[in-house]
């Protein structure tokens, strides 16, 4: 085993045009897209945020619901590392420590994650007036007051 950190810089150059939305990393249940307008993705010197447009799907319905009951709150993504975008060091406890400092690229971003590798990346409800107010002007966006909203803190370390 090791540990491993992943700098706020890290996602400083990439392309989220492609990144999706997944309930628990698997593929065939999509819950948004960068593409569509139903995934927004920041960045900011804590690393990643993102705001999701949940679907009215069986599963979107079960996600939102298991959130907001607080039964799930685990958030995680996939990455691919740049060449040279990784370090190692051993650790005060002989654990090594891998120091992630350039992402190529993040395909996934994944929310309803019951054990995330990173217990600092969380999910949360967010109030549709707020996300109204920061989207207003997006393209895409349909009325906020009437979806369900999802937002993602600090995916990052």
């Not at 992630?100 to 990173?118: D, H, K, L, T, W």
Request: aromatic residues 8%.
């Amino acid at each position: 085993g090791f540990r491993e950190k992943i700098s706020p810089e890290a996602v400083r150059s990439v392309d989220f045009s492609d990144t999706v939305a997944l309930f628990n990393h698997n593929s065939s249940q999509v819950l948004g897209s960068m593409r569509s307008g139903t995934l927004l993705l920041e960045t900011d010197s804590a690393g990643v945020r993102f705001n999701l447009d949940v679907p009215d799907t069986s599963y979107g319905r079960d996600l939102y619901e298991m959130v907001s009951r607080g039964d799930i709150n685990g958030a995680s993504f996939g990455f691919f590392i740049g060449e040279g975008g990784d370090s190692w060091e051993m650790g005060d406890d002989d654990m090594p420590i891998r120091t992630v400092s350039e992402i190529r690229s993040v395909p996934e971003v994944s929310v309803g994650v019951v054990f995330p590798a990173y217990p600092q990346s969380s999910t949360t409800i967010q109030r549709c007036n707020e996300f109204r107010s920061q989207q207003h002007d997006r393209a895409g966006v349909e009325s906020a007051a009437r979806r369900r909203k999802l937002r993602l803190l600090e995916l990052g370390a």
